[in-house]
């Protein structure tokens, strides 16, 4: 499976960004998704998973309310949505695929067989 992540830019606090994540080689079907971010100086950090089977998303609390994750079977994308941004929301963002994880370990990065190549978001205050 190869991933691309797009649908980064510059943006001012409290705007909104959608991020997709395209698969190619072959469909999501049977693979559980997770959007991770990385600022700088900092270490990757989870964002947001969507199981597969099924539609379970897990976060964090201190995103819960502000993102979203969603998944789109036919074009064979999987959406982060992300309103309220703040300037620390500031990273490179990742998609990531791991076959069949079960949503207790969609937020460990080491968990998953793919990845995109990332997509600067930047929030200006």
């Known amino acids: 499976v190869q991933l691309q992540a797009y649908g980064g830019g510059l943006v001012q606090a409290g705007g909104s960004l959608r991020l997709s994540c395209v698969a190619s080689?072959?469909?999501?079907?049977?693979?559980?998704v997770g959007w991770f971010r990385q600022g700088p100086g900092k270490e990757r950090e989870f964002v947001v998973g969507i199981r597969w089977p099924g539609s379970h998303t897990t976060l964090p609390d201190s995103l819960k309310g502000r993102f979203t994750i969603s998944r789109d079977m036919a074009k064979n994308t999987v959406y982060l949505q992300m309103n309220s941004l703040k300037p620390e929301d500031t990273a490179v963002y990742y998609c990531?695929?791991?076959?069949?994880?079960?949503?207790?370990?969609?937020?460990?990065?080491?968990?998953?067989?793919?990845w995109g190549q990332g997509t600067q978001v930047t929030v200006s205050s």
């Open positions: 990531a695929a791991g076959y069949r994880l079960i949503t207790s370990s969609t937020p460990f990065p080491e968990r998953y067989n793919y």
């Open positions: 080689g072959r469909t999501f079907s049977g693979y559980s």
